[in-house]
């Protein structure tokens, strides 16, 4: 999602925390109910909540139950009114107006009532995001009048009154926009939106137009660091112990949360066994199935009749290359020359696209599931076919399809489930088009590991390795460099470190999905131009970087080509009056990045089978944004759900969905 972050994602945690909560309505009238919802976590540390500034998932998903947006999705995916109880546009989409629902509460951490919510909340949230560098501005400062120059403004009260937010009165809002934006509204479920009590900020010692410095105690990993006006509070939050809610008897729509209690248990995940011991102990309510276990073949017989598989979801995770790397601290390459050798072969398109055929994904993702579930995990753009269709019925895939022949040549189907890239053969004829290119091989590439998370990560980077490497005849070398957790979050994923910083070569352990309903969403990640989200994972961030840096960049940008990916995002950009033209623009954009392999997509984030007690299709269900992790109508029966009732609940939420 655009600035929302996904880190590297285990089997573990991913079939836990994607696949237990489904998505979308019906539910058996019949079956019992508990009031509570416990499952493991690995990685989901709540390490920020203040919500307008983070854009890591790990604290989204957290965040999006503590507090209510103005909209959210339901059961289905539609877009539906929360702290606003109605809304709508002017005649051409500039003007935004939301009517703030009166009654909802500000509640403290111990349940406390301490305020309504207003609409100068709203306004007030957005500001504190400025002041606190948000690492999600860019989502909307282009978008909000007035918001990208109070950025570089003095700040002042009467710079801030120039920002295209008012509070028109204690429960009208107004957002006045640059340009004709038709789906505005679905902006709304993300956080960067989302109000803040002023004279609780200032508690805090967070005063607004003044940065926020270290002494502001608002939105740290406490409690009652915040006020909550979502379906949850936050109980408990131990780092690598447990983070717990309990239900907010101040929500103004507490009938429609179903459980008292929400825990989620830390697993390191070094034990792959753990969480289906703890499921069959009644610990868990949910538990994935391992293919990779000696005796995977006995569960499935145990738990015939009760294995479902998670559904999709929006996000792309991918081959991300390290396009300017300075540091080799991590690196076997300690000859200046071997190092520079690395990084002039990762700048040759032929190289990337012999990595792009060599590598056969679904081997990768088979490594701890079945074959069946390693196709049902692939993905081949970066993005969601489905995100947005023509008004004559063409996908996003569709238009991405059209525009690749059109630039190659080539038919290639980029739906999920299959891989559209693998193909040894070719593989060896780009390596040869490498060397008349001057490439000298054999060429050595770091590949950044996590080591200390289970042996899942290892062996699916042996799994890379080995592909790559077989279908490249040994002229592509992948050295796997193995370092703990923390250490690759850092180097890799640390969104206020400078570019140079990254110490790989390429990495496989970040993703995203969309914010909202426009394709721009995935495509800015990568733009220069626009400060995309992934430019300091590959070598290429210019915020807040010396002349000398960002003219480095530029350079390299050129050579890569990544100035024409601008280019043509741009030009998508333009078109605000013609969706059909503007998808087109966009899936041309698309379409060059995987031309150009700048981007090699291998997955969605992680499915995979397992057994539930999460009633099927009763949570909140989303394409962009944060709703898919409200747990708001989440519904958690006594027993698990079988196969046949999954399968009844989808047939009945499709046919929902389709009407």
């Known amino acids: 999602m655009k600035k929302l972050l996904v880190l590297s994602l285990g089997v573990l945690l991913a079939l836990t925390l994607v696949g237990c909560n489904g998505s979308g309505g019906g539910t058996a009238s019949d079956v019992e109910l508990q009031d ?47 702290a606003a109880e109605s809304y709508e546009p002017n005649e051409d989409s500039t003007v935004w107006t939301f009517h703030i629902r009166e009654g909802v509460k500000w509640v403290t951490s111990t349940g406390e009532e301490y305020a309504d919510m207003t609409a100068q909340d709203f306004v007030t949230g957005l500001r504190h995001a400025v002041d606190a560098n948000s690492e999600t501005l860019t989502l909307v400062d282009s978008l909000i009048v007035g918001l990208a120059d109070y950025e570089d403004s003095d700040r002042s009260d009467a710079e801030w009154e120039k920002v295209g937010v008012k509070a028109v009165d204690d429960y009208t809002l107004e957002y006045t926009l640059t340009a004709p934006t038709t789906y505005f509204y679905t902006y709304t479920t993300y956080p960067i939106l989302y109000p803040i009590n002023e004279t609780f900020l200032e508690s805090k010692g967070c005063p607004l137009g003044e940065e926020k410095s270290d002494t502001c105690e608002f939105g740290t990993s406490s409690p009652d660091s915040i006020l909550y006006s979502g379906p949850f509070i936050l109980n408990s939050n131990v780092p690598k112990s447990e983070i717990t809610y309990v239900k907010n008897e101040a ?172 193909n040894p053969e070719k593989a060896m004829e780009y390596v040869e088009a490498a060397k008349a290119d001057g490439v000298e091989f054999p060429v050595h590439l770091d590949l950044l590991c996590i080591s200390d998370k289970g042996e899942g990560y290892m062996d699916r980077a042996n799994s890379m390795k080995q592909s790559i490497e077989e279908s490249t005849q040994g002229n592509i070398i992948i050295d796997v460099i193995l370092q703990p957790y923390d250490t690759v979050n850092d180097v890799a994923f640390n969104m206020t470190n400078p570019a140079t910083r990254a110490d790989y070569d390429f990495n496989t352990q970040a993703g995203w999905g969309p914010d909202y309903v426009d394709p721009s969403t995935f495509t800015d990640v990568f733009s220069i131009e626009r400060n995309g989200a992934y430019l300091p994972n590959i070598g290429l961030n210019v915020a807040g970087e010396t002349a000398e840096t960002i003219a480095k960049v530029n350079e390299v940008a050129a050579e890569i080509g990544l100035d024409e990916y601008d280019r043509l995002n741009d030009e998508a950009w333009s078109i605000l009056d013609d969706l059909d033209a503007r998808y087109e623009a966009f899936a041309k954009v698309d379409a060059y990045l995987l031309a150009n392999a700048l981007y090699i997509p291998v997955s969605m984030q992680t499915r995979g089978e397992r057994m539930t007690k999460v009633v099927p299709f009763s949570s909140s269900y989303s394409v962009a944004g944060t709703g898919e992790y409200k747990l708001k109508y989440m519904k958690v029966q006594s027993e698990m759900v079988t196969t046949e009732q999954w399968e009844a609940a989808q047939e009945a939420w499709m046919n929902h969905s389709a009407e």
């Not at 203040?50 to 139950?65: E, F, L, P, R, W």
């Open 251 to 422: 929500y103004w729509d507490k009938d429609n949360v179903f459980v008292n209690t929400v825990n989620y248990i830390y697993d390191s995940g070094e034990d792959t066994y753990s969480q289906i011991n703890g499921f069959e102990n009644g610990q868990y309510d949910a538990a994935a199935l391992d293919a990779s276990w000696a005796d995977y073949d006995e569960y499935v017989e145990k738990y015939q009749g009760y294995i479902t598989m998670t559904e999709t979801n929006s996000y792309s995770f991918g081959i991300q290359w390290n396009f300017n790397r300075a540091n080799f601290h991590l690196s076997e390459k300690t000859d200046p020359a071997a190092q520079q050798a690395s990084q002039d072969a990762i700048h040759n398109k032929n190289v990337r696209l012999a990595v792009m055929a060599g590598l056969n994904t679904q081997a990768y993702m088979a490594v701890n599931m079945t074959d069946e579930s390693a196709l049902a995990n692939l993905r081949n753009m970066n993005g969601v076919p489905n995100l947005v269709s023509t008004s004559d019925g063409r996908t996003y895939g569709d238009l991405v399809e059209e525009a690749y022949k059109e630039l190659t040549g080539e038919e290639v189907d980029l739906s999920d489930g299959h891989m559209a890239f693998y």
């Open 36 to 82: 509570s919802y416990t499952v493991t976590y690995m990685t989901q540390e709540l390490d920020s909540m203040d919500y307008v500034a983070t854009n890591k998932a790990n604290n989204h998903q957290h965040n999006v139950n503590f507090v209510e947006g103005l909209l959210e999705n339901n059961q289905y995916g539609d877009y539906v009114e929360a």
